[in-house]
C-alpha cells in the first residue's frame, strides 16, 4: 500500500534561512507521481511541483528546490531564503497509476517563518 | 477551461442533522473524483474515491457517504452528523493521475 512519511510536524525558522522539508514514500507500484502542495490559512492546496518515478532529475524554481532520489525513497523540498510568505503547511503526496490514482498526502509540515 | 465548483464554503450543523455536499466538475470528462477531510490541525484523509457513475470506494469506515450520480458530480452526504463529522472537506479531480484540481472546500463545524 502506498504510504507517506513527513517526519517534521512543525518548523520554525528565521526569515532569510535556508529550510528543507523531508518526504520518505513507501509503494510497490513503478509507475507513480509524487507532489508537494501548500496549504496557506485560508486552506486552499496550492500545487508546487509534480513528479514522475521515471525523472530523477532535481528541480528548482526560483527559490524552491526539491531532490527526488529513488534509492532512499524521498522526495525533500528546500525552500533558499525564505520569507514570512512561506508560512504554511506543506503536503507530500503520493499516486499509484496502479490504485485509481489514489492520491495520498503524507501529515503534513507546518511551516513558520519569523521576521 | 477545466474547473472545480464546491459548495458551501462554511457550514454549521447541529449533532444528529443530515449533511449534503456537492461538487461539480467543468471541461473533462470521466474524472476520477475524490473527496478528503481534514480534521483541524491534521493532514488529508482520503475518504472516498469514484472513477465512474454510481462507482464508489470507501477507504475508512465511517458516518459519511458518497454518490455519483452524473459523471462530473459528486456528492458527500450523511444522515445523522457527529461531532467527529467537523473539519474541512475538499473535493477534487484527476484524469490519469499525473495532475490533481482541488475545489476551494467547505468548512464544517459541526455543534
Known amino acids: 500500500a502506498q504510504k507517506v512519511t513527513q517526519a517534521q510536524t512543525e518548523i520554525s525558522v528565521v526569515e532569510k534561512e535556508d529550510v528543507t522539508l523531508d518526504c520518505v514514500y513507501e509503494t510497490r507500484d513503478t509507475t507513480y507521481y509524487l507532489f508537494w502542495y501548500k496549504q496557506p490559512p485560508s486552506g486552499e492546496l496550492v500545487f508546487l511541483i509534480r513528479?514522475?518515478?521515471?525523472?530523477?532529475q532535481n528541480e528548482i524554481s526560483g527559490r524552491y528546490s526539491w531532490n527526488f532520489q529513488k534509492s532512499t525513497s524521498s522526495f525533500n523540498f528546500t525552500i533558499t531564503a525564505s520569507q514570512v510568505v512561506d508560512s504554511a503547511v506543506y503536503f507530500c503526496?503520493?499516486?499509484?497509476?496502479?490504485?485509481?490514482?489514489?492520491?495520498?498526502f503524507g501529515a503534513g509540515t507546518r511551516l513558520a517563518v519569523h521576521p | 477551461s477545466q474547473t472545480i465548483h464546491q459548495w458551501p464554503a462554511t457550514l454549521v450543523q447541529p449533532v444528529g442533522s443530515p449533511l449534503s455536499l456537492e461538487c461539480t466538475v467543468e471541461?473533462?470528462?470521466?474524472?476520477?473524483l475524490y473527496w478528503y477531510r481534514q480534521a483541524a490541525g491534521r493532514g488529508l484523509q482520503l475518504l472516498f474515491y469514484s472513477v465512474g457513475i454510481g462507482q464508489i470506494s470507501s477507504e475508512v469506515p465511517q458516518n459519511l457517504s458518497a454518490s455519483r450520480p452524473q459523471d462530473r458530480q459528486f456528492i458527500l452526504s450523511s444522515k445523522k452528523l457527529l461531532l467527529s463529522d467537523s473539519g474541512f472537506y475538499l473535493c477534487?479531480?484527476?484524469?490519469?493521475?499525473?495532475?490533481?484540481?482541488f475545489g476551494s472546500g467547505t468548512r464544517l463545524t459541526v455543534v
Open positions: 477534487a479531480w484527476s484524469v490519469g493521475g499525473r495532475g490533481y484540481t
Open positions: 503526496a503520493l499516486s499509484e497509476r496502479g490504485g485509481y490514482n489514489k492520491l495520498i
Open positions: 513528479r514522475n518515478s521515471f525523472d530523477e
Open positions: 471541461g473533462t470528462s470521466n474524472p476520477n
